[in-house]
């Protein structure tokens, strides 16, 4: 589900601030994500290949959106972006 929903742009590319939002509620849903799987799903008892391997997508999918590709922006906006 957090794939297909890190899949579409919500907002247009130019509206910054609320795509950084929402890759910021993606990437603490990610990680709350992570610290389940590191918890029940680690071990060798419980380890769950798919569990993982989906995970592994969903980082790869969040990482690779056009929206945090900086060198698509201009030098200006990726500053801004930079600094925040």
């Known amino acids: 589900m957090f794939k ?13 601030i609320m795509n950084m939002m929402q ?4 990437l603490r849903a990610i990680n709350q ?3 389940m799987l590191n918890k029940k799903f ?3 008892a419980n ?7 989906n995970y592994f997508h969903l980082a790869v999918a969040f990482l690779t959106q056009e929206s945090l590709q900086l060198e ?9 972006i930079l600094n925040k």
């Open 23 to 26: 890759n910021k509620v993606f």
């Open 47 to 53: 380890f769950e290949l798919q569990l993982w391997n």
């Open 4 to 16: 297909n929903l890190i899949g579409k742009n919500v907002y247009p590319f130019d509206w910054v």
């Open 42 to 44: 680690l071990d060798q």
């Open 33 to 35: 994500y992570a610290d």
């Open 72 to 80: 698509n922006f201009s030098s200006t906006k990726r500053a801004k």
